[in-house]
């Protein structure tokens, strides 16, 4: 019998990280004879896939957060803390929390997630935000609807211009999200809204480092999503390199040629790190990390050693299955949850249970409205079928019924209205009319946008 459980006590299963892994599991083991405690630094779930939409002003935050206390209420062996964990002693078995006593555990999890990885340029992330958090999304809203605001007030079509220029970094699902949108924006929605700039004038580049955007799709999906991109007025710029960012100016180098573009607004979503909680793991227990932090886990999830200690989501690199480890989206964190809800239980009864397996039942990113991609294996489409799939898989897996509700009417009035009923800007709108002197010549740091 474990230290920490006695003849009174049922096991104790501690999970630190509330996104798709961490909740999915506190959910399956709702009727399972442990007591749950699942710690968080925030009090909800954030559907992660449709951030974007509150970046660009579609949704707002509440529409796609789920207070965890909310859909744990049911679960009476749940118990929700508001911690941050800072370290672990798997000797001990406890977790040490930021505001709290030591938490013990006879099982963890770990579903920490993953965080902006700036390939050591971590000075662009003042210039270039990212896309993972909802504060991130609240701010990226306010540069992109604060740029057609300062173009309003620029007399300069130099500066103006480059108020209108919007510079996506990464070409991946996230950044061919966050283009499409933003054309849609200046194409559709503001269009008329302004009285000194016309917003269809606004250039958004998409920047890519590898030979096309959505690399983990197949060629002819990528082929089909930039130009679908293109129709939407998006440039794509593949085989490209962003060496340097400043807050008006990138600069890309294309091949032998370097480009410097004057743009005031810089997204990045060209790559990822897992938190800081992979090192911790790393240090306390021995176990191995990839070249992003991720941790290397055994067939059952579990740590090498360490068998009640258990890795999903995107911090974990799960190799066993296939040439390369399975990607880190919100279906692979779903599945792993369902797996340990399942095998936690069966080991305390003294059962074995078969390695962990992905079942991929295909991908699918959204362009614009009507327009998407969607790879099923047995199949692929594009265009208007694709996009109701997506919409369908999205409102589906989001937590809560009122969610789905709000979404889908919101979706409905966007769809046929084309407005975006979210584009607030929040915080002081200290914008002033740009007086650039010309651009710099920047040093070439050679970063490849991932």
Known sequence: MNRNQNLTTKPQVVIIGGGFGGLYTAQGLKNSPVDVKLIDKRNFHLFQPLLYQVATGSLSPADISSPLRVVLRDHHNAQVLLDEAVDIDPDRQQVILKDHEPIPYDMLIVATGVSHHYFGNDQWRTVAPGLKTIEDAIEMR??????????????????????????????????????????????????????????????????????????PYTPDLSAKAEKDLVKLGVTVQTKSIVTNITEDCVTVRQ?????????????????????????????????????????????????????????????????????????????????????????????????????????????????????????????????????????????????????????????????????????????????KPSRMTEIPNVPDKSLVAR
């Open 142 to 215: 306010r540069r992109i609807f604060l740029a057609f605001e300062a173009a309003e007030k620029e007399t300069d079509p130099v500066q103006r211009q480059a108020w209108l220029t919007f510079v996506i970094v990464g070409g991946g699902p996230t950044g061919v999200e966050l283009a499409g949108a933003i054309a849609e924006i200046a194409h559709s929605s503001l269009k008329g809204n302004f009285r000194n700039i016309d917003t269809t004038e606004a250039k958004i580049l998409l920047i890519e480092g590898l030979d096309r955007v959505l690399p």
């Open 255 to 431: 091949g032998e040629e370097i480009k410097q573009i004057a743009s005031h607004t810089v997204l990045w979503a060209a790559g990822v790190k897992a938190s800081g909680m992979g090192e911790i793991l790393a240090e306390r227990t021995g176990a191995s990390l990839d070249r992003v932090g991720r941790v290397m886990v055994e067939p059952d999830l579990s740590l090498p050693n360490y068998s009640n200690i258990f890795v999903l989501g995107d911090l974990a690199n799960y190799s066993h299955q296939g040439d390369k480890p399975l990607p880190g989206v919100a279906p692979v964190a779903m599945q792993e949850a369902t797996y340990l809800a399942k095998l936690i239980p069966a080991r305390l009864a003294g059962q074995t249970v078969r390695p962990f397996e992905y079942v991929d039942y295909g991908s699918l990113a959204v362009i614009g409205q009507n327009k998407a991609v969607v790879d099923l294996g047995f199949a692929k489409f594009t265009g208007l079928l694709a996009w109701m799939i997506w919409v369908w898989a999205h409102v589906y897996y989001l937590i809560e019924f009122d969610n789905k509700l709000i979404v889908m009417l919101q979706w409905g009035w966007n769809y046929f209205t084309r407005g975006r009923g979210a584009r607030l800007i929040t915080g002081e709108a200290d914008i």
